[in-house]
C-alpha cells in the first residue's frame, strides 16, 4: 500500500500513531537541519517535519517542489497549529522518505493565491488542476452531475446517449463539421444539442430521457463562451407546461439542497417575457432587486410594473425627451446625495460605445423633500415631484433617466439597473433567486432575409390557442415595414427559461409533434418543402408514427456549476477548457494536418481568405 491515511484527514484524534502518506511537495521550509514539508494531494495538506540530525536516510534528501514522495512517520502535536485547514493541529515527524518521482520546477507556484497568469496556467492546466481552488470548482462540478442524476434517476427520467457525429442542419449557430474518409466530399455535422434525438426517443416511448451531454456551436465566443459545453438535457412525453415546470423546480431545489445544502424556500416566480423586458429590460432579469424601470412615455400598465402615467414627460419642450422614441428610468435608493463628480462618472459609464447613450438625465428627490434635477429648465418643481410619484421614488432616491430608441434604450436602462444593483451590492453573492420566464415571441424577424426565425428552435410549438392562427395564416411578409403587423409577430411560443440572479441557466419548450404544423413552421422559417425534407425527413417522418405529445428543457451544466461556486467564469469549472479565441494553448489545438491526412479526407485547403 503506497499510503494508510490521506494529506486531509490526520488530526489529534491520530497523535502517536505511525502513518505513510503519499504527495506533492508544495513548499519546503528550511531551518537549520530541520525541513517543514507542506505534503498535498488532492484532500488536503499535511505538514512533514524531517529532522536531518535524527535520522541519517533523510539526509541530503534533494526534494524539491512538486516531487511526488512517500513519507512514513509518527503523528505529532504541532507546537504552532495552524488553524486554518483541518490538519493544522499535527505534524508527521518522519522516520522515511522515498522519492517516488522527481519535478522540474513548476511555471508558476501551485497554491490557490498562485503567481501564475491565465494563459500560463492554461498551457500547464494539468497543473493548474491541482490546486485547492481549482479543485474545488471540479469536485463542486461532480457534485452537481451527481445530484442532478439522481434526482432525474428517482423521477424515472433513463440515460440514453445519442449520437456525436451527425448530419448538419445549420439554424441557429453554425455547426462544426468533419469531414468523412468513408464518403468521399460528405462531412458529418457535431450535434449543437441532441435536439431531435430526444424528440426521436420520444416518437420510441421512452417517455422521460436525460443526458448529461457535450453540445458543440462554431459561435463567435461572446464573453465566457466555449464551442463545446455541457448540457443537462432532458425531453418528457404526454405532459403540458405545468409539469415541465414543477418538475424542473425540483431538480433545481434539490441540486441546491444536494451540493449548497440550501433548502429554496417559496415559490419560484413565473413572469412573461413581455413583463420581464417592460420592467426590466431584459429577458433574463435579476430579480434580487428592485429597481423597476418607469416608462415615462408609455400610456401602458404592466403587471408588476411600475404604475404608468402616460406620457408624462412630454412636449415639456426639452427636445430630447419630446424627440425620443421611449424614455425610460430607474429610481436609485441613496442616489440623491450623489456629487456631481458621481454624476459625471456614472454619465461617462452609459455613454460609453458598450452602452451607446448620448446622456443621463437625473433627478435629486431630497432627504428634505425638495426636489432638483439637471433639467430643471423645463420641469417645474411640481412636475419633478410627479414624475418622482410615478417612478415609485422615495425620499434619498436619485432617478436615473436615458432616452432614445426604444430597443437601445431600453437595453441600457437595464445594463444600468445591473450595474447600480452591483455597485450598490444588491446582487448578493449568496443569495439565489429563481425565475421562469415565459411565453417567449414564437419568431423574431430577420430584416436580412426578410423572413421569420424561430426564436428558441423551429421545433418549439405555439401556444395551444395560437396554432390555429399559425396554421391559418401565410407567412409571407409582403411589407418588410410593417412586419409588426403580420399575425406571426405576435405568436408567443410555449417555452420558458429558467433564470438564476440574471443568468439563464435553462430553457426549452413545448414541442410541435404533428407532421402539418412541423411543415408549417419550416415554409414560415422560409424552407422550400423539399429543403425541409431534405433537412428534416426523419423528424416529419417520425411525426407520421404515432407522436406523442411532447416537451423539454436543459440546463447549461457550466454555467449552473460556475453560479453555484459563486464564479464569473465558466472555464474555472471545465477541467480543460479553450481561451477565449476557441483553443485548447495546452494541447495547441486546432491545429493543421498533414498531407496525407488531408488527402485521404479528399480535403484541399484554400490559402486566400
Ligand atoms: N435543445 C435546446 C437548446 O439547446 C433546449 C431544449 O429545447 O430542450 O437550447
Given at each position: 500500500m503506497f499510503r494508510t491515511h490521506t494529506c486531509g484527514e490526520l488530526g489529534l484524534a491520530n497523535l502517536n500513531q505511525e502513518v505513510t502518506l503519499a504527495g506533492w511537495v508544495q513548499t519546503l521550509r528550511k531551518f537549520g537541519s530541520i525541513t517543514f514539508v507542506d505534503l498535498r494531494d488532492r484532500y488536503g495538506i499535511t505538514q512533514l517535519l524531517l529532522d536531518e540530525t535524527q535520522h541519517s536516510s533523510l539526509a541530503g534528501s534533494p526534494l524539491g517542489r512538486e516531487y511526488v514522495i512517500q513519507a512514513t512517520g509518527i503523528v505529532s502535536e504541532r507546537s504552532s497549529k495552524n488553524l486554518q485547514i483541518p490538519t493544522g493541529e499535527i505534524e508527521i515527524k518522519v522516520g522515511k522518505i522515498v522519492i517516488l518521482n522527481k519535478s522540474v520546477t513548476p511555471p508558476f507556484t501551485i497554491q490557490d493565491d498562485t503567481d501564475g497568469g491565465d494563459d500560463l496556467r492554461m498551457k500547464f492546466r494539468y497543473l493548474d488542476l491541482r490546486r485547492q481552488v481549482v479543485k474545488k470548482n471540479i469536485e463542486l462540478r461532480y457534485a452537481v452531475n451527481r445530484a442532478a442524476r439522481n434526482y432525474l434517476h428517482q423521477k424515472h427520467f433513463i440515460d440514453i446517449e445519442t449520437p456525436f457525429l451527425i448530419k448538419s442542419t445549420p439554424e441557429g449557430a453554425r455547426d462544426f463539421v468533419v469531414p468523412s474518409r468513408m464518403n468521399a466530399g460528405q462531412f458529418y455535422a457535431l450535434p449543437q444539442s441532441p435536439q431531435t434525438f430526444k424528440q426521436l426517443l420520444m416518437v420510441s416511448g421512452y417517455d422521460r430521457y436525460y443526458q448529461v451531454v457535450k453540445c458543440f456551436r462554431d459561435e463567435d465566443l461572446r464573453a465566457d463562451r466555449q464551442p463545446e459545453f455541457t448540457q443537462i438535457d432532458c425531453e418528457m412525453s404526454f405532459i403540458e407546461q405545468n409539469d415541465i415546470l414543477e418538475m424542473f423546480e425540483g431538480l433545481i431545489k434539490y441540486i441546491f439542497k444536494e451540493?449548497?445544502?440550501?433548502?429554496?424556500?417559496g415559490e419560484i416566480e413565473r413572469m412573461t417575457w413581455e413583463d420581464a423586458m417592460w420592467v426590466y429590460g431584459n429577458d433574463k432579469p435579476d430579480i434580487r432587486f428592485d429597481m423597476k424601470i418607469a416608462n415615462l412615455k408609455s400610456p401602458i400598465k404592466r403587471k408588476g410594473a411600475v404604475e404608468a402615467g402616460g406620457w408624462?414627460?412630454?412636449?415639456?419642450?426639452?427636445p430630447v425627451f419630446d424627440n425620443a422614441e421611449t424614455v425610460l428610468a430607474i429610481s436609485v435608493p441613496g442616489?440623491?446625495?450623489?456629487?456631481r463628480k458621481q454624476f459625471d462618472e456614472l454619465t461617462d459609464w452609459v455613454k460609453r460605445p458598450q452602452i451607446g447613450m448620448q446622456g443621463l438625465v437625473y433627478i435629486r428627490y431630497n432627504e428634505d423633500g425638495t426636489i432638483k434635477s439637471s433639467v430643471d429648465k423645463f420641469y417645474s418643481e411640481e412636475k419633478l415631484l410627479s414624475i418622482a410619484s410615478y417612478c415609485q421614488s422615495q425620499k434619498g432616491d436619485v432617478i436615473l433617466i436615458l432616452a432614445g430608441r426604444e430597443e437601445k434604450t431600453r437595453k441600457a436602462i437595464s445594463d444600468l439597473r445591473l450595474e447600480l444593483g452591483e455597485r450598490l451590492g444588491l446582487r448578493k453573492k449568496d443569495e439565489y433567486t429563481l425565475l421562469w420566464v415565459l411565453d417567449f415571441p414564437l419568431f423574431e424577424y430577420s430584416e436580412e432575409d426578410n423572413r421569420w426565425v424561430a426564436r428558441h428552435h423551429p421545433f418549439t410549438a405555439p401556444k395551444p390557442d395560437q396554432i390555429s392562427t399559425m396554421i391559418n395564416?401565410?407567412?409571407?411578409?409582403?411589407n418588410p415595414e410593417l412586419y409588426l403587423e403580420h399575425p406571426y409577430a405576435n405568436i408567443k411560443a410555449n417555452a420558458y427559461d429558467m433564470v438564476l440572479n440574471g443568468n439563464e441557466i435553462g430553457g426549452g419548450s413545448i414541442r410541435i409533434y404533428q407532421r402539418e404544423l412541423q411543415e408549417k413552421m419550416f415554409d414560415a422559417l422560409g424552407m422550400t418543402r423539399e429543403e425541409a425534407n431534405h433537412k428534416f425527413g426523419f423528424l416529419l417522418g417520425a411525426f407520421e408514427y404515432g407522436a406523442p405529445p411532447h416537451g423539454g428543457i436543459a440546463f447549461g451544466f457550466d454555467r449552473l456549476c460556475a453560479i453555484l461556486g459563486g464564479s464569473e467564469s465558466i472555464r474555472d469549472f471545465i477541467a480543460f477548457p479553450k481561451n477565449?479565441?476557441?483553443?485548447?494553448v495546452m494541447l495547441d489545438a486546432p491545429s493543421t494536418i498533414d498531407e496525407k491526412q488531408l488527402r485521404e479526407l479528399f480535403i484541399e485547403i484554400r490559402t486566400e481568405k
Open positions: 451540493v449548497k445544502g440550501i433548502e429554496y424556500k408624462i414627460i412630454a412636449n415639456a419642450g426639452f442616489g440623491a446625495t450623489w456629487t395564416h401565410d407567412p409571407v411578409i409582403s477565449n479565441s476557441g483553443r485548447d
